[in-house]
């Protein structure tokens, strides 16, 4: 945890919220056994650790241990509920924590969380919660599984997300939204709707070891707002679409798509740039992108889609006789160059 | 020291002396507050006096466990600031004037609340006070703070009667989070089932700056009922809304008939961008008596007019049953975006085959102003689709509508218009019958700017299509028309109502495209074409792609009212491909330019057809225009021939038929409803295959390898998908690599035991080594001689095998190795164990071969096996096979990866997987564990990694037994898992 006086003015006057919670735990009188508590490596400033068990309030970084006890069971509600008073990490040391379909594995209230793997979160009602500007700062090495809703929901900025794997969800493996954050190296295998559901303003998705989606039971990953930029995306055998963005002035680079029971590549909305993206087998077109101010960069390609339309798969007739290769690749009203 | 002990409970003393005399932080506190606070009668008590929670110091969590008592807060309750506690009871009922309380009103952030009930659930009746957590922003750190965290999670149902408040209270704050559980899973099986009911709004908005937040509510095992507006708007854009059903949802309408869920980048916001509302059931989704109130997600207009507003937000709507939207203008899904901004997404879906989905209000993802964004409307049912409202994804750059059903769809009034105007995409599309009763289907172009051309309108249908129904895809100006493509299985009708107008712009555009198929691509049907069809341009002389039309069908009859005009392009054409004839009435006109030789009016009939009335053309039908073609008598037999349209059902099979049984053909028949065979069989033997009348889907069950057991835990069977019969595919040899042990399985349990040979002993255990000397004599030839050593085991172990391949120049290899082969046999009455021994020695010749690596370039080794490590020596690959605790944790990471790369269907679904998977984690962590440790807790940290093991292939054999396991993957898994167990056991040991 940094020194005061790298804090915020507002964390320092969070402190002695946090000092008095540990007091009330570590030092204070006798509690019930199931009682919300703080918990943490350093709950006091005096390097006072307190375990973590289910439903507790982490105050200051840990890392969870065999002592920790929510690591033993699962939780009846919540996991853990962060608030704390400035950046805080929790590394999970290769343990996992379970919900029963209730609560929150981890619910970021206030503080800062760094998340840390490798670690598993499952089977709550979400996996993590964490809204407000600085509510996360980053996720590396975590999985989120079998949770009811979302594994990573995540609306904030500046955070990254690197490493993690989200499989099995109710809904989104990565549900994530904010401005200028960053998601790299990840996995999201399925989830009952979108592998990646990246909403907000400036993500950048991808470039270094891009991103997967597996078998997610619609869009792999499905894209929203303005300027982002994706630099690898490996979308295979999705049931809706491979990757669809609507986006405004978005870059959209090495993206491939193969195996999806829509269309490969589906990109809407304006100033889009697409570059060196592949489409290949899906059941619906390969690459299609309309809207205004397109920009095809080159390197687009789609083989092997078949073009068909709608829940019954009905195939386009007049577009296969006519133009076929705007089945494979179209950008605007012209196939790919 | 006695200085200490005087001190200590002096300050303890007052320090409760400093609490307030309402102040409480346990339940011992509550009870204690007298009998006019708490009062029970049998298992319910009541708490009559308003408590201020108060930890013994500031900012602490308080938590009151009433353990099984069902609590009633009347005229009393918790009020906590910004503090945070939790409630924990069987039941907790908000009575009149009852009160939850964790505000920080202007000043501070909200407080949390959470409330942990068993199955006597939540009652937050109508008169009680509202349950407040607003909160302020941080001061200092602005974006932080805001609306505290209200969380209910409940194994009864949840009533919120009584509305809940976490709004942001300062410009910059956020609202806060409602997260909403009721009812439990223990794993993977239901615990507890609850219900969620809203009755009273909750908000959780954001002020001038402050997004909108949270509302998450989840039936588990129950339902959702939504019958009050939810809030989650906000000027820095809105919020989530989210609610998840295990059995139906109901949105039904708020008691003002406002907008039922609310997720708008508020007004007061400079272009705020909608938030979220994803709903999804595993039930149905419907309204209240029918209606279901307004679901915005609505983007706010920029301050300066001239920016660009705010973008639509994102609605969900999913269930896999049906899904109802119905109230007409009382209700209706907005996503649109602000002046100038991007319009949002609607998504609204049935998943199960069968599952109908009506929309009866309208749908909006549209914007307005120049460089505006349409955005992307979504109507796919499972079953049938039925609009009978508006949808609306225009803007100056157009959006895209899409209706699609497994089934029939319909478009039917009052509805007015499905748009895409802007040039954007209209799609309809549906398995069986189209209907398109009287809206309009448009993606228009309005603006002259150039490079605007109108956009698609694009009809699919199985079966039939009938349209009485205007569509547009024109434009304006310079800009070129759009393409309407209208294709059906079956018949397609344009009856007199309709417009087809793909019109290019009247100041040089070029005229569109109208393509209108029947027995598309080669079944029996027929266009009727009573209406007008338009693609007339104005382009210079010679533009390419210029106007077309396309009329095919078995019979085309253009009648009386019928147009086809793509006049004014100099080479525009129409084209007439008749599968049967053609009959044009008096009074129809099928026209094009005819300026240029070019722009003609095609017919193609098959030879012997009469030729249609030419005067009924313009310019008139030239018999040059005509071509008569050959009826196929198979695919394309002869070359360029036109496909028949035989009857069917008339018992005769004709190309392109493939059967036909008269009055049997139908749905789930061998010969289907069209005249082409079908069959469910897979070409598995061990599945039955049959047919589901109800959706004409075939279901594949393997009833086989459930019957695969031969009552030996110690074997495993499954179904060969050729024979179809059982066979063992594993035998779990319990081979623990000890010469002195025996080795044995139990039938019964699959277990596996290892008894000591009296008076054996293993005298050395030395890993293998494999040492190389080379020598290599200069060119044009090298002699290398490799040895490898046998391993020094007295005894004899295992040699791993060293791969090498071969040398990369010539040379003579001699090697000589030993390897033993264990086996070992058991039985129930004795024990025996037979070893033998091989020596081989070998000699091999090999011509000269370029190295095929480098050793600074050991990557082109890879043999993609875990369970070897690559290397190159002397210009070899070799994959030597990793040994010790590195052979089972390679095998357990490939486990690892095999059920992380399987589909969940392949495991039996998510949580077997992760089950499955997590079995190995722990039998990892459990061997690395053991790997550090010495003694005695490394046998015992191995000894529990081996039982995690065996209990994991059992769970493999006994889900590929049951078929949720597939077969590939099964024997896949055990392999490895097998492997793994081979090379833990003498670890385990020590040997």
């Given at each position: 945890?940094p020194?005061?006086?790298?804090?915020?003015?507002?964390?320092?006057?969070?402190?002695?919220?946090?000092?008095?919670?540990?007091?009330?735990l570590?030092?204070?009188?006798?509690?019930?056994?199931?009682?919300?508590?703080?918990?943490?490596?350093?709950?006091?400033?005096?390097?006072?650790?307190?375990?973590?068990?289910?439903?507790?309030?982490?105050?200051?970084?840990?890392?969870?241990?065999?002592?920790?006890?929510?690591?033993?069971?699962?939780?009846?509600?919540?996991?853990?509920?962060?608030?704390?008073?400035?950046?805080?990490?929790?590394?999970?040391?290769g343990?996992?924590?379970?919900?029963?379909?209730?609560?929150?594995?981890?619910?970021?209230?206030?503080?800062?969380?760094?998340?840390s793997?490798?670690?598993?979160i499952?089977?709550?009602?979400?996996?993590?919660?964490?809204?407000?500007?600085?509510?996360?700062?980053?996720?590396?090495?975590?999985?989120?599984?079998?949770?009811?809703?979302?594994?990573?929901?995540?609306?904030?900025?500046?955070?990254?997300?690197?490493?993690?794997?989200?499989?099995?969800?109710?809904?989104?493996?990565?549900?994530?939204?904010?401005?200028?954050?960053?998601?790299?190296?990840?996995?999201?295998?399925?989830?009952?709707?979108?592998?990646?559901?990246?909403?907000?303003?400036?993500?950048?998705?991808?470039?270094?070891?891009?991103?997967?989606?597996?078998?997610?039971?619609?869009?792999?990953?499905?894209?929203?707002?303005?300027?982002?930029?994706?630099?690898?995306?490996?979308?295979?055998?999705?049931?809706?679409?491979?990757?669809?963005?609507?986006?405004?002035?978005?870059?959209?680079?090495?993206?491939?798509?193969?195996?999806?029971?829509?269309?490969g590549?589906?990109?809407?909305?304006?100033?889009?740039?697409?570059?060196?993206?592949?489409?290949?087998?899906?059941?619906?077109?390969?690459?299609?992108?309309?809207?205004?101010?397109?920009?095809?960069?080159?390197?687009?390609?789609?083989?092997d889609?078949?073009?068909?339309?709608?829940?019954?798969?009905?195939?386009?007739?007049?577009?296969?006789?006519?133009?076929?290769?705007?089945?494979?690749?179209?950008?605007?009203?012209?196939?790919?160059? | 020291?006695?200085?200490?002990?005087?001190?200590?409970?002096?300050?303890?003393?007052?320090?409760?002396?400093?609490?307030?005399?309402?102040?409480?932080?346990?339940?011992?506190?509550?009870?204690?507050?007298?009998?006019?606070?708490?009062?029970?009668?049998?298992?319910?008590?009541?708490?009559?006096?308003?408590?201020?929670?108060?930890?013994?110091?500031?900012?602490?969590?308080?938590?009151?466990d009433?353990?099984?008592?069902?609590?009633?807060?009347?005229?009393?309750?918790?009020?906590?600031?910004?503090?945070?506690?939790?409630?924990?009871?069987?039941?907790?009922?908000?009575?009149?004037?009852?009160?939850?309380?964790?505000?920080?009103?202007?000043?501070?952030?909200?407080?949390?609340?959470?409330?942990?009930?068993?199955?006597?659930?939540?009652?937050?009746?109508?008169?009680?006070?509202?349950i407040?957590?607003?909160?302020?922003?941080?001061?200092?750190?602005?974006?932080?703070?805001?609306?505290?965290?209200?969380?209910?999670?409940?194994?009864?149902d949840?009533?919120l009667?009584?509305?809940?408040?976490?709004?942001?209270?300062?410009?910059?704050?956020?609202?806060?989070?409602?997260?909403?559980?009721?009812?439990?899973?223990a794993?993977?099986?239901?615990?507890?089932?609850?219900?969620?009911?809203?009755?009273?709004?909750?908000?959780?908005?954001?002020?001038?700056?402050?997004?909108?937040?949270?509302?998450?509510?989840?039936?588990?095992?129950?339902?959702?009922?939504?019958?009050?507006?939810?809030?989650?708007?906000g000027?820095?854009?809105?919020?989530?809304?989210?609610?998840?059903?295990?059995?139906?949802t109901?949105?039904?309408?708020?008691?003002?008939?406002?907008?039922?869920?609310?997720?708008?980048?508020?007004?007061?916001?400079?272009?705020?961008?909608?938030?979220?509302?994803?709903?999804?059931?595993?039930?149905?989704?419907?309204?209240?008596?029918?209606?279901?109130?307004?679901?915005?997600?609505r983007?706010?207009?920029?301050?300066?007019?001239?920016?660009?507003?705010?973008?639509?937000?994102?609605?969900?709507?999913?269930?896999?049953?049906?899904?109802?939207?119905?109230?007409?203008?009382?209700?209706?899904?907005?996503?649109?975006?602000?002046?100038?901004?991007?319009?949002?997404?609607?998504?609204?879906?049935?998943?199960?085959?069968?599952?109908?989905?009506?929309?009866?209000?309208?749908?909006?993802?549209?914007?307005?102003?120049?460089?505006?964004?349409?955005?992307?409307?979504?109507?796919?049912?499972?079953?049938?689709?039925?609009?009978?409202?508006?949808?609306?994804?225009?803007?100056?750059?157009?959006?895209?509508?899409?209706?699609?059903?497994?089934?029939?769809?319909?478009?039917?009034?009052?509805?007015?218009?499905?748009r895409?105007?802007?040039?954007?995409?209209?799609?309809?599309?549906?398995?069986?019958?189209?209907?398109?009763?009287?809206?309009?289907?448009?993606?228009?172009?309005?603006?002259?700017?150039?490079?605007?051309?109108?956009?698609?309108?694009?009809?699919?249908?199985?079966?039939?299509?009938?349209?009485?129904?205007?569509?547009?895809?024109?434009?304006f100006?310079?800009?070129?028309?759009?393409?309407?493509?209208?294709?059906?299985?079956?018949?397609?009708?344009?009856?007199?109502?309709?417009?087809?107008?793909?019109?290019?712009?009247?100041?040089?555009?070029?005229?569109?495209a109208?393509?209108?198929?029947?027995?598309?691509?080669?079944?029996?049907?027929?266009?009727?074409?009573?209406?007008?069809?338009?693609?007339?341009?104005?382009?210079?002389p010679?533009?390419?792609?210029?106007?077309?039309?396309?009329?095919?069908?078995?019979?085309?009859?253009?009648?009386?009212?019928?147009?086809?005009?793509t006049?004014?392009?100099?080479l525009?054409?129409?084209?007439?491909?008749a599968?049967?004839?053609?009959?044009?009435?008096?009074?129809?006109?099928?026209?094009?330019?005819?300026?240029?030789?070019?722009?003609?009016?095609?017919?193609?009939?098959?030879?012997?057809?009469?030729?249609?009335?030419?005067?009924?053309?313009?310019?008139?039908?030239?018999?040059?225009?005509?071509?008569?073609?050959?009826?196929?008598?198979?695919?394309?037999?002869?070359?360029?021939?036109?496909?028949?349209?035989?009857?069917?059902?008339?018992?005769?099979?004709?190309?392109?038929?493939?059967?036909?049984?008269?009055?049997?053909?139908?749905?789930?028949?061998?010969?289907?409803?069209?005249c082409?065979?079908?069959?469910?069989?897979?070409?598995?033997?061990?599945?039955?295959?049959?047919?589901?009348?109800?959706?004409?889907?075939?279901?594949?069950?393997?009833?086989?390898?459930p019957?695969?057991?031969?009552?030996n835990?110690?074997?495993?069977?499954?179904?060969?998908?050729?024979?179809?019969?059982?066979?063992?595919?594993?035998?779990?040899?319990?081979?623990?690599?000890?010469?002195?042990?025996?080795?044995?399985?139990?039938?019964?349990?699959?277990?596996?035991?290892?008894t000591?040979?009296?008076?054996?002993?293993?005298?050395?255990?030395?890993?293998?080594?494999?040492?190389?000397?080379?020598?290599?004599?200069?060119?044009?030839?090298?002699?290398?001689?490799?040895?490898?050593?046998?391993?020094?085991?007295?005894?004899?172990?295992?040699?791993?095998?060293?791969?090498?391949?071969?040398?990369?120049?010539?040379?003579?290899?001699?090697?000589?190795?030993?390897?033993?082969?264990?086996?070992?046999?058991?039985?129930?009455?004795?024990v025996?164990?037979?070893?033998?021994s091989?020596?081989?020695?070998?000699?091999?010749?090999?011509?000269?071969?370029?190295?095929?690596?480098?050793?600074?370039?050991?990557?082109?080794?890879?043999?993609l096996?875990?369970?070897?490590?690559?290397?190159?020596?002397?210009?070899?690959?070799?994959?030597?096979?990793?040994?010790?605790?590195?052979?089972?944790?390679?095998?357990?990471?490939?486990?690892?990866?095999?059920?992380?790369?399987?589909?969940?269907?392949?495991?039996?679904?998510?949580?077997?997987?992760?089950?499955?998977?997590?079995?190995?984690?722990?039998?990892?962590a459990?061997?690395?564990?053991?790997?550090?440790?010495?003694?005695?807790?490394?046998?015992?940290?191995?000894?529990?990694?081996?039982?995690?093991?065996?209990?994991?292939?059992?769970?493999?054999?006994?889900?590929?037994?049951?078929?949720?396991?597939?077969?590939?993957l099964?024997?896949?898994?055990?392999?490895?898992?097998?492997?793994?167990?081979?090379?833990?056991?003498?670890?385990?040991?020590?040997?």
């Amino acid at each position: 945890m940094p020194s005061d006086t790298r804090r915020p003015a507002s964390a320092r006057g969070i402190v002695p919220l946090a000092l008095a919670l540990a007091v009330a735990l570590g030092v204070g009188g006798v509690r019930p056994a199931t009682a919300m508590r703080a918990c943490g490596d350093d709950v006091d400033g005096h390097r006072t650790a307190v375990p973590c068990a289910c439903g507790d309030i982490l105050v200051s970084s840990r890392t969870l241990r065999a002592a920790d006890r929510i690591t033993h069971k699962p939780c009846r509600g919540d996991g853990l509920v962060i608030a704390a008073p400035g950046p805080v990490t929790l590394a999970f040391n290769g343990h996992a924590i379970r919900g029963q379909g209730q609560g929150v594995g981890i619910l970021v209230v206030r503080g800062s969380l760094s998340l840390s793997g490798p670690g598993t979160i499952e089977g709550f009602g979400m996996g993590v919660l964490a809204r407000g500007a600085t509510a996360l700062a980053s996720v590396v090495g975590m999985r989120f599984s079998g949770n009811r809703m979302y594994g990573l929901y995540v609306d904030g900025d500046g955070y990254t997300v690197q490493g993690s794997v989200a499989e099995g969800n109710g809904r989104d493996g990565f549900a994530l939204g904010g401005t200028r954050y960053a998601v790299d190296g990840n996995r999201a295998a399925g989830n009952r709707r979108y592998g990646f559901s990246l909403t907000g303003t400036g993500a950048h998705v991808g470039g270094g070891l891009g991103n997967e989606a597996v078998n997610n039971g619609k869009s792999g990953f499905w894209l929203y707002g303005m300027m982002h930029e994706v630099v690898g995306a490996t979308a295979v055998g999705n049931g809706g679409y491979g990757f669809y963005a609507m986006a405004m002035h978005a870059r959209l680079v090495d993206i491939h798509a193969e195996g999806t029971a829509g269309s490969g590549l589906r990109a809407m909305g304006m100033g889009l740039a697409l570059e060196g993206n592949s489409a290949t087998a899906n059941s619906g077109f390969g690459i299609w992108v309309s809207g205004a101010m397109l920009d095809d960069r080159g390197g687009n390609s789609g083989a092997d889609n078949t073009g068909l339309m709608g829940e019954a798969g009905l195939p386009p007739t007049t577009l296969r006789e006519t133009a076929p290769a705007l089945i494979q690749c179209r950008i605007g009203t012209a196939s790919c160059r | 020291m006695p200085m200490k002990r005087v001190l200590v409970p002096l300050v303890l003393a007052l320090l409760a002396a400093a609490r307030p005399a309402a102040a409480v932080c346990t339940a011992a506190d509550v009870m204690a507050c007298g009998p006019n606070c708490w009062k029970c009668v049998g298992n319910t008590c009541t708490l009559g006096k308003l408590l201020t929670v108060t930890p013994p110091m500031p900012g602490a969590p308080c938590t009151f466990d009433f353990g099984t008592r069902d609590v009633v807060l009347n005229s009393g309750g918790f009020t906590a600031g910004q503090n945070a506690f939790e409630i924990k009871a069987h039941g907790l009922t908000v009575d009149g004037s009852g009160t939850l309380k964790a505000t920080g009103n202007q000043l501070t952030p909200g407080g949390m609340i959470t409330l942990t009930l068993g199955s006597g659930g939540l009652k937050v009746l109508a008169n009680a006070n509202l349950i407040d957590l607003t909160g302020a922003e941080v001061i200092g750190n602005p974006f932080a703070g805001g609306g505290g965290t209200f969380t209910v999670q409940s194994d009864g149902d949840v009533v919120l009667g009584g509305g809940i408040a976490v709004d942001g209270t300062t410009p910059n704050a956020q609202g806060g989070s409602i997260l909403v559980t009721a009812g439990r899973y223990a794993g993977t099986v239901l615990a507890a089932a609850g219900n969620v009911t809203v009755s009273a709004n909750l908000t959780a908005t954001g002020k001038a700056n402050g997004p909108g937040g949270m509302v998450t509510l989840t039936a588990n095992g129950g339902k959702v009922d939504v019958e009050d507006r939810i809030d989650v708007s906000g000027g820095g854009g809105g919020g989530s809304i989210c609610t998840t059903s295990d059995g139906d949802t109901t949105l039904g309408t708020t008691p003002t008939g406002g907008p039922l869920l609310v997720a708008d980048g508020a007004m007061s916001g400079d272009a705020a961008s909608g938030g979220c509302i994803d709903v999804f059931s595993s039930g149905n989704v419907t309204g209240k008596n029918g209606v279901t109130g307004r679901l915005l997600a609505r983007g706010s207009n920029a301050f300066i007019t001239t920016d660009g507003g705010g973008c639509g937000g994102m609605i969900d709507i999913e269930a896999l049953g049906p899904v109802m939207l119905e109230g007409g203008s009382n209700g209706g899904v907005d996503a649109s975006g602000g002046q100038l901004g991007g319009g949002g997404t609607i998504c609204v879906s049935t998943d199960n085959i069968g599952s109908d989905l009506t929309v009866g209000v309208p749908l909006a993802a549209s914007a307005a102003g120049l460089g505006s964004v349409g955005g992307c409307v979504d109507v796919c049912s499972g079953g049938r689709a039925v609009v009978q409202d508006d949808i609306d994804a225009s803007a100056n750059c157009g959006g895209a509508v899409c209706v699609d059903a497994f089934f029939d769809t319909s478009l039917a009034a009052p509805a007015q218009a499905i748009r895409a105007d802007g040039g954007g995409n209209v799609e309809v599309s549906g398995g069986g019958l189209v209907t398109l009763a009287g809206p309009l289907l448009s993606a228009a172009q309005s603006s002259s700017v150039p490079g605007s051309p109108g956009g698609g309108v694009t009809v699919l249908a199985g079966g039939s299509i009938s349209a009485s129904v205007p569509v547009d895809v024109s434009a304006f100006g310079p800009n070129n028309g759009g393409s309407v493509d209208v294709s059906a299985g079956k018949d397609l009708a344009i009856d007199a109502s309709s417009t087809l107008n793909a019109d290019g712009g009247r100041s040089g555009g070029l005229g569109g495209a109208i393509s209108l198929r029947a027995g598309d691509p080669d079944l029996p049907g027929n266009l009727a074409l009573n209406g007008l069809a338009h693609a007339t341009g104005t382009s210079p002389p010679n533009t390419p792609n210029p106007a077309l039309g396309l009329l095919q069908a078995c019979t085309i009859h253009v009648g009386a009212t019928g147009v086809l005009d793509t006049r004014g392009d100099t080479l525009a054409t129409n084209t007439l491909i008749a599968r049967t004839g053609i009959t044009v009435d008096p009074g129809a006109l099928v026209a094009t330019t005819g300026a240029d030789a070019k722009s003609r009016n095609f017919v193609i009939l098959p030879t012997g057809a009469p030729t249609p009335n030419p005067g009924a053309f313009s310019p008139p039908l030239a018999p040059t225009d005509v071509q008569f073609r050959a009826v196929c008598t198979g695919p394309n037999q002869p070359a360029g021939c036109l496909i028949p349209c035989p009857t069917c059902g008339n018992g005769q099979t004709e190309y392109p038929e493939t059967c036909d049984n008269g009055a049997a053909n139908g749905t789930c028949q061998p010969c289907s409803a069209i005249c082409r065979t079908f069959s469910c069989d897979d070409h598995n033997a061990c599945t039955t295959d049959s047919c589901n009348p109800a959706t004409g889907q075939c279901e594949h069950v393997d009833t086989v390898t459930p019957t695969c057991d031969d009552h030996n835990n110690c074997t495993f069977e499954q179904c060969n998908t050729v024979t179809g019969q059982c066979e063992t595919t594993f035998v779990q040899t319990c081979n623990d690599m000890n010469q002195c042990t025996t080795d044995a399985c139990a039938p019964a349990d699959g277990s596996c035991s290892h008894t000591p040979i009296p008076g054996c002993t293993t005298t050395t255990t030395t890993l293998p080594t494999t040492s190389t000397t080379s020598t290599t004599t200069t060119a044009p030839s090298a002699s290398t001689t490799t040895v490898t050593q046998p391993p020094t085991t007295t005894t004899t172990g295992a040699a791993p095998t060293t791969t090498v391949t071969q040398p990369p120049t010539t040379s003579t290899t001699v090697g000589t190795s030993t390897t033993t082969t264990l086996l070992a046999t058991t039985s129930t009455t004795g024990v025996s164990s037979t070893t033998s021994s091989t020596t081989t020695a070998s000699s091999s010749t090999s011509t000269t071969q370029p190295p095929e690596c480098t050793p600074d370039a050991p990557a082109a080794c890879d043999d993609l096996d875990l369970c070897t490590r690559d290397s190159c020596l002397g210009g070899r690959c070799v994959h030597e096979p990793l040994l010790s605790f590195d052979a089972v944790l390679c095998r357990l990471d490939g486990i690892t990866a095999a059920l992380q790369a399987a589909p969940a269907t392949a495991v039996g679904g998510n949580r077997p997987q992760h089950k499955l998977e997590n079995a190995i984690v722990k039998a990892r962590a459990l061997t690395v564990a053991g790997q550090t440790a010495q003694g005695k807790r490394r046998v015992k940290q191995l000894g529990k990694a081996g039982r995690k093991l065996g209990a994991f292939i059992r769970a493999v054999m006994k889900g590929t037994r049951a078929s949720k396991i597939q077969p590939g993957l099964g024997a896949r898994l055990l392999s490895l898992a097998s492997g793994a167990m081979s090379e833990l056991t003498p670890l385990r040991t020590g040997s």
